[in-house]
T-cell receptor, first 115, second 109 residues
Framework: GAVVSQHPSRVICKSGTSVKIECRSL??????MFWYRQFPKQSLMLMAT?????????EQGVEKDKFLINHASLTLSTLTVTSAHPEDSSFYIC???????????FGQGTRLTVV | GQNIDQPTEMTATEGAIVQINCTYQ??????LFWYQQHAGEAPTFLSY??LDGLEEKGRFSSFLSRSKGYSYLLLKELQMKDSASYLC??????????WGAGTKLIIKP
């Protein structure tokens, strides 16, 4: 099956610093990537949808200037959490999709802790 | 290794009941999730089980047995709009989500 690799799996950073999370589709070209955030024991919350070569579409309530998404190629999307604060500590997961009618495949997730 | 198993595809009739099973072997356990995903769309959360037993939510119910490493999603009064993929995911001891490949459910009139 299709493989989506997300790195790092865990990261701890200081408040005020920025963190970049990478999401790569290893054996297929992902035209669309989704970024989710999940707080403990809660559902995945969609943050944004990005299509290769175009700007990401952010969900309501998600700050686009704080969560920078770049989808410059068909195999790589990055999420940068800028000026991270403790309330940004969460589980971030990406998923990648080929075309418009196929299912999305998920990365393993990144556990971000801001101290 | 860590593994989530669920059937690849199931077919059911509108108005009927269907049970989608999920078995798992993971390094620790911090809950099991079921998600629904329609083709070309992001998955949507259906249920979360962390204790043994049955959780009922409208037409959907989810059951968990931690000792057996087993869960099922029960869908009642099936509707055509229930045609989708159903994803089982387990959060392991490192809070990593281990995902099943999904079960494609086909509803026939």
């Amino acid at each position: 099956g299709a493989v989506v690799s997300q790195h790092p799996s865990r990261v701890i950073c200081k408040s005020g610093t920025s963190v970049k999370i990478e999401c790569r589709s290893l054996d297929f070209q992902a035209t669309t990537m989704f970024w989710y955030r999940q707080f403990p024991k809660q559902s995945l919350m969609l943050m944004a949808t990005s299509n290769e070569g175009s700007k990401a579409t952010y969900e309501q309530g998600v700050e686009k200037d704080k969560f920078l998404i770049n989808h410059a190629s068909l195999t790589l999307s990055t999420l940068t959490v800028t000026s991270a604060h403790p309330e940004d500590s969460s589980f971030y997961i990406c998923s990648a999709r080929v075309g418009g009618d196929t299912e999305a495949f998920f990365g393993q997730g990144t556990r971000l802790t801001v101290v | 290794g860590q593994n989530i198993d669920q059937p690849t595809e199931m077919t059911a009739t509108e108005g009927a009941i269907v049970q989608i099973n999920c078995t798992y072997q993971t390094s620790g356990f911090n809950g099991l999730f079921w998600y629904q995903q329609h083709a070309g769309e992001a998955p949507t959360f259906l249920s979360y089980n962390v204790l043994d037993g049955l959780e009922e939510k409208g037409r959907f119910s989810s059951f968990l047995s931690r000792s057996k490493g087993y869960s099922y999603l029960l869908l009642k009064e099936l509707q055509m709009k229930d045609s989708a993929s159903y994803l089982c995911a387990v959060m392991d001891s490192n809070y990593q989500l281990i995902w099943g490949a999904g079960t494609k459910l086909i509803i026939k009139p």
